[in-house]
T-cell receptor
């Protein structure tokens, strides 16, 4: 079993849709949780960072963490074509582990 | 402020050669980590350095080595290159490198092995 599992997609939605991206992890030692966005031929860009169960909101983005079930979600409201990218979940503890990423396309 | 900068952006090598990749962290950041990202996969952790000391090492062979300089910049060295070393090599910096420090990435060096 991989430490971090993420549906690779690809996921295609119309502009304005609500997007739900999900991730599960196996190591209960993970203490903090990050979501990164990666555009083609670019490095990952930090989107959200949290280290507690519950929800954290930043603009159109909401990160949700459930430590009891080892489940992480990222919600994107009013999705835009500029949100088209690969989204990587990254739980961490002593070091960080990445999921394989979900490729998202938002169509105008 | 400048973000994490990496050089070169692209590199082509042949099997058996040696390569050195360079990274400058965000100003004020003291920790640098290196990752390998193969196409279609998430980044895989290679090394973390903090205050010039190695703090962590991923599951990579001894052909991979790194160091951090007094100005907190870093080099990743790979010897005896294999075709499977073809990947995007990412550098990330954080303020202290501790458990709760978010990492910020550069755009990477794309290494191709022929």
């Amino acid at each position: 079993q991989k430490e971090v599992e993420q549906d690779p997609g690809p996921l295609s939605v119309p502009e304005g849709a609500i997007v739900s991206l999900n991730c599960t992890y196996s190591n209960s030692a993970f203490q903090y949780f990050m979501w990164y966005r990666q555009y083609s031929r670019k490095g990952p860009e930090l989107l959200m960072y949290t280290y507690s169960s519950g929800n954290k909101e930043d603009g159109r983005f909401t990160a949700q963490v459930d430590k009891s079930s080892k489940y992480i979600s990222l919600f994107i409201r009013d999705s835009q074509p500029s949100d088209s990218a690969t989204y990587l979940c990254a739980p961490g503890g002593d070091d960080m582990r990445f999921g394989a990423g979900t490729r998202l396309t938002v169509k105008p | 402020d400048a973000g994490v900068t990496q050089s070169p952006t692209h590199l082509i090598k042949t099997r058996g050669q040696h390569v050195t990749l360079r990274c400058s962290p965000i100003s004020g950041h003291k920790s640098v980590s290196w990752y390998q990202q193969v196409l279609g996969q998430g980044p895989q952790f290679i090394f973390q350095y903090y205050e010039k000391e190695e703090r962590g090492r991923g599951n990579f062979p001894d052909r991979f080595s790194a160091r951090q300089f007094p100005n907190y910049s870093s080099e990743l060295n790979v010897n005896a290159l294999l075709l499977g070393d073809s990947a995007l090599y990412l550098c990330a910096s954080s303020f202290q490198g501790g458990d709760n420090q978010p990492q910020h990435f550069g755009d990477g060096t794309r290494l191709s092995i022929l």
